[in-house]
């Protein structure tokens, strides 16, 4: 079942090395204006407390969005590792956890831009790749209970390049830092599907995979809660930033806070039960 020619193995490997150098190309030109101009002040990162109003809460978020980026990159090497030649299923988590990664890379780096455009095109990449993530964990589930592929990996990571190249157009027609006229319609449009895929995700998939088969695949219930649950109220911290609303602003970006650190010990748990069941788990696919 897991035999895979050598020639595919090397198409997958000449695939993903393209995948990373469009990526690469794709951002270049805006992560080269923000890097270039960083500062500390007092070691403190200089000009950050008017982007979040003086808050203090914005090393949190660096802190627990860089602990869920490194969680992120050790969970896709351990599944690649275990499950490169997985017919379904486990390519679809891979996804998921590249996209909570972007999600986490998103909310950290944007931070170290004082260039808007480059400031801007790490926001809008994190808020297009939160709802995407969540698709990827839904279709992951119904391949689970289909014993079969529904929808390719493949497609799943030209989807990824497209949001870099969203992220790209809408930064480079940006005005301003959070520019109201792309800022509102983006978070409009990512509102509903995120709604969606915390509703199929929370109360539906979720909850029937836990209670049917238990202890082994629980690790998949709890990244679609962790993932649903950071995607929502990143909206929602949108939301709050649009109407001025103080109030909802600052509990919206605690709980990310949370949301992040236990976005990647999730990552790691089932990183972790997949090294030790990891026989168990290559007879599901």
């Excluded at 020639?7 to 030109?29: A, D, G, P, V, W």
């Amino acid at each position: 079942m897991y035999g895979i020619p050598v020639m595919t193995k090397i198409r997958n490997k000449s695939l993903t090395f393209i995948i990373l150098i469009i990526i690469l190309l794709l951002s270049y030109n805006v992560l080269k204006l923000g890097f270039k101009e960083l500062k500390f002040v007092d070691g403190k990162i200089a000009f950050q407390w008017d982007i979040h109003y003086g808050l203090l809460e914005t090393y949190t978020h660096l802190y627990s969005g860089t602990f869920h980026i490194i969680a992120s990159i050790i969970g896709i090497f351990f599944f690649y590792r275990s499950f490169r030649g997985a017919k379904y299923m486990w390519n679809l988590i891979m996804l998921s956890f590249l996209t909570l990664g972007l999600v986490a890379a998103g909310e950290v780096f944007e931070h170290y831009f004082l260039n808007y455009k480059g400031y801007n095109f790490m926001h809008y990449l994190h808020m297009l790749n939160a709802p995407l993530g969540m698709f990827f964990i839904y279709m992951a589930i119904r391949e689970f209970y289909e014993g079969k592929r529904i929808f390719h990996p493949n497609l799943g990571l030209f989807i990824v390049i497209l949001t870099f190249l969203v992220s790209y157009i809408l930064a480079e027609n940006s005005k301003y830092i959070y520019d109201i006229r792309i800022e509102k319609p983006i978070v409009y449009l990512t509102l509903p599907p995120t709604i969606v895929f915390t509703i199929l995700l929370l109360f539906i998939e979720a909850k029937k995979i836990f209670r049917e088969y238990g202890l082994l695949v629980m690790n998949i219930s709890a990244l679609a809660l962790s993932h649903s649950l950071l995607a929502i109220f990143i909206v929602f911290g949108r939301y709050a930033h649009i109407h001025h609303d103080a109030w909802l602003y600052v509990v919206t970006h605690s709980i990310q806070n949370i949301l992040h650190v236990a976005c990647g010990c999730v990552i790691l748990t089932f990183a972790a039960c997949i090294k030790i069941v990891h026989e168990k788990f290559r007879k599901i696919c």
